[in-house]
């Protein structure tokens, strides 16, 4: 598997390392660094990656926007819906990263 080829698996990790931590409630500071790390880069990675567009720093700037997008408008709309938690928004923005990954992958074998 080349390097390119491994992209995607990334955020699906984090998403995973962090949702993991959320849901067994463990109070440390490794949980407080992992949510924090995969809120600021998993979610826009996996859905800019779609496109082929998270290299260089300007794929840097464009990863930071849409997880600061994403962060505000998820919590936002289940704030809207009576339904917001902590937990919720985290579990919706790991679904978005595991949906993007997904779907950069299918490109990817489809254009291999």
């Known amino acids: 598997m080349t390097r ?3 992209a995607p698996a990334v955020p699906v990790v984090v998403a995973g390392a962090a949702v993991t931590l959320q849901l067994v409630d463990w109070h440390s ?3 407080a660094i992992a949510v924090a790390s ?3 880069i998993a979610p826009g990675w996996a859905v800019l990656d779609i496109w082929r567009l998270t290299s260089g720093w300007a794929g840097v700037s ?3 926007a849409v997880n600061l997008a994403l962060a505000t408008l998820i919590p936002g709309a289940l704030l809207y819906a009576h339904a917001w938690s902590p937990t919720a928004a ?3 923005l790991a679904a978005v990263t ?4 997904t779907i950069a992958t299918v490109r990817r074998r489809r254009r291999a």
């Open 90 to 92: 985290l579990l919706v």
């Open 4 to 6: 390119r080829g491994a």
């Open 62 to 64: 464009m990863i930071l």
């Open 98 to 101: 595991v949906l993007g990954a």
């Open 29 to 31: 500071p490794v949980r």
């Open 38 to 40: 995969f809120v600021l």
